[in-house]
Nanobody, 125 residues
Framework: QVQLIESGGGLVQAGGSLRLSCVVS????????MGWFRQAPGKDGEFVAR????????YYADSVKGRFTVSRDNAKNTVYLQMNSLKPEDTAVYYC??????????????????WGQGTQVTVSS
């Protein structure tokens, strides 16, 4: 059984930082690409970032480029999302997702096979 457990969300003031973590079990972590998505109240889910299996490639939404950094530690089965210079519009539930199969568009939710339960990030102005 594949499980993704996120942590690290919380309340932060605008301009602050948070680091999200997502621990994956039930898969050989180094064989899967990982993504981060977010969903704000009343809005559709939004792609945030993706990292390839060995961490050699990263991709970001334009809205977070230069502020967020995705990374992974394959020895710890963990993917991270470092979020700096946070803005109120970053407020959302953040989800990590596991891409266990080839093909698909990296920013589409349908590309990902497994999802975490989400962690709330709230940025106050």
């Amino acid at each position: 059984q594949v499980q993704l457990i996120e942590s690290g969300g919380g309340l932060v003031q605008a301009g602050g930082s948070l680091r999200l973590s997502c621990v994956v079990s039930g898969r050989t972590f180094s064989t899967v690409a990982m993504g981060w998505f977010r969903q704000a109240p009343g809005k559709d889910g939004e792609f945030v970032a993706r990292i390839t299996r060995m961490g050699g490639g990263t991709y970001y939404a334009d809205s977070v480029k230069g502020r967020f950094t995705v990374s992974r530690d394959n020895a710890k089965n963990t993917v991270y999302l470092q979020m700096n210079s946070l803005k109120p519009e970053d407020t959302a539930v953040y989800y990590c997702a596991c891409d266990d199969s080839p093909g698909g568009t990296y920013s589409d939710t349908e590309t990902y096979d497994y999802w975490g339960q989400g962690t709330q990030v709230t940025v106050s102005s």
